[in-house]
């Protein structure tokens, strides 16, 4: 039961619907990424952790940190949610 003046729960979205949300976020980002020679891509999303590579200038700039910090911030605000972002360094293949 409500009481007045409290406002509904957030509808959680579907599993699909917040996997799209989280690729839409990184492809906003990837243009500002690519002009200075870098690039992010999307590994796992496991519940609320989501790994992802930075690739090119970003894996040696001394700005990752702020750009990883960035887009965790940006995925919290789209989805609601928190959610973590997590680095992975190495090889790896993009598993949407």
């Keep these: 039961m409500l009481v007045e003046g409290e406002q509904p729960k957030q509808l959680r979205v579907s599993d ?9 976020v990184i492809e906003e980002i990837r243009p500002s990424l690519r002009r200075d ?7 796992e999303i496991d519940g609320n952790k989501v ?15 702020a750009t990883l910090e960035g887009i965790q911030a940006r995925l919290i605000e789209r989805l ?14 993009a598993r949407h």
């Design 16 to 24: 699909a619907d917040r996997k799209q949300m989280i690729r839409a």
């Design 37 to 43: 020679g870098g690039d992010c891509q999307l590994l």
């Design 51 to 65: 790994m992802v590579k930075l690739t090119g200038a970003c894996m040696f700039c001394k700005f990752s940190g």
């Design 80 to 93: 609601g949610e928190f959610v973590r972002l997590i680095p992975i360094a190495g090889t790896g293949k």
